[in-house]
């Protein structure tokens, strides 16, 4: 069963399309990442999700809820865990959770001392006097609290020490087999997303460029940078390696196949100065979508991408009034009630109908003085030099 699904979601700025044609699925109960450096990308997603933006075209559901006409009823389910972590300086973490807990109508759950220990919460630390990794553990605290069904985290491991992003990825790969919770993590960490999730999306110029399983994967992805005149290229292509423009190697390679291939070819070449590393994102992202992937290394022509015009009388969709984090809009509310209609301005797009026409400088040739300038000996094409 899809928990999410996301059908042609088009978000655009102006001209510039921060999301374009988005389709995705996400399967109850999974652990599905969308990896991209494109902030603006993941930040409308996320918010198109929970209705704090409007999309440009295309809709999407969260367990058959349309999250702009149904939002109130998805947020009952539903928690996001955001990059920010802002609330209102003059509150205490209690009075947070409560409000939490009033919207969702619930009582504390059985596992609050617990959830408070684990994520070293004291309830009275008031907003003003927290740290940010205070604020950052009172936001996945209030979004854990209320058990839901599907959890939106938006870069929320960025900056984590390295204890408490264990101990908060092993709790939700927790919750994800004992309550079935679905999960959609936004991030710009491979190696993270690769080590929790079951399925990989990477999004790239706005557009869904792939789609990995990681079951299916054998090794982690690896970066290597190759310091050695004695150097093969065509034996690494030979094996899946990409290469990746680095000013400062003989050469580097991007590889994401089985690593003792890769290692038994630099046992082979008899290549000793080397250095293999975990790869970045950024990295994956210059291996199949950066200048070299035109390159003909594997004597492959790159499909030539079509650019999508943007009909002139398509009208965008505006945001909300004012650009906030979900948690500010959260506790703006009165009584947490996201349902209030607000209304949607729509602006059209700039007026192209004052650009050149690319045809008036064409020249037409009659065919029959074509033909009797090439008898001529003239064979430019019918034109005079």
Avoid: W
């Avoid at 990995?212 to 090794?219: A, F, H, R």
Wanted: aromatic share 10%; net charge negative; hydrophobic share 35%.
């Amino acid at each position: 069963m899809g928990a999410i699904v996301i059908n042609d979601i088009t978000k655009r700025s102006g001209r510039k399309r921060i999301l374009d044609q988005v389709n995705l699925e996400v399967l109850e109960g999974e652990f599905f990442s969308i990896l991209s450096m494109e902030e603006e990308a993941k930040d409308a997603l996320a918010k198109i999700l929970f209705n704090f933006k409007k999309p440009s075209s295309g809709h999407a559901s969260i367990y058959n809820f349309d999250v702009n006409k149904q939002s109130k009823d998805v947020k009952t389910y539903t928690s996001f865990i955001s990059k920010e972590a802002l609330f209102p300086e003059n509150l205490r973490r209690k009075a947070i959770f409560k409000k939490t807990l009033n919207f969702h109508d619930l009582e504390l759950p059985e596992d609050y001392d617990e959830l408070m220990d684990s994520f070293d919460c004291q309830e009275n630390l008031k907003v003003a006097n927290m740290d940010e990794r205070e604020r950052r553990m009172t936001s996945i605290v209030n979004a854990l609290l209320v058990h839901p069904r599907v959890l939106i985290v938006q870069d929320a491991t960025r900056g984590m020490n390295p204890i408490d992003c264990e101990n908060f990825l092993s709790r939700l790969k927790d919750l994800q087999v004992r309550e079935n919770l679905t999960i959609l993590f936004l991030s710009d960490d491979l190696s993270i997303a690769q080590r929790y999730s079951d399925r990989i999306a990477y999004l790239h110029e706005g557009r869904i460029r792939d789609i990995e399983y990681l079951k299916d994967k054998q090794s982690k992805d690896k970066l290597l940078k190759v310091y050695s005149a004695k150097l093969r290229k065509e034996e690494f292509f030979r094996i899946g390696a990409r290469p990746v423009d680095r000013n400062y190697t003989e050469a580097t390679f991007y590889y994401d196949g089985y690593l003792p291939d890769l290692t038994k070819l630099l046992y082979q070449e008899g290549i000793e100065d080397f250095n293999l590393e975990d790869a970045l994102l950024q990295d994956k992202i210059d291996a199949y979508y950066g200048p070299q992937d035109k390159l003909d290394y594997r004597q492959e022509t790159a499909p030539t991408e079509q650019v999508q015009e943007i009909p002139k009388e398509e009208k965008s969709k505006a945001d909300l009034p004012e650009e906030k984090s979900p948690d500010e809009i959260f506790f703006q509310e009165d009584n947490g009630d996201f349902a209030k209609d607000k209304e949607v301005e729509k602006n059209k797009l700039p007026d192209q109908d004052g650009e050149e026409n690319p045809m008036d400088d064409t020249k037409v040739i009659d065919k029959n003085d074509l033909l009797n300038q090439l008898e001529n000996g003239n064979d430019k094409g019918g034109f005079n030099q």
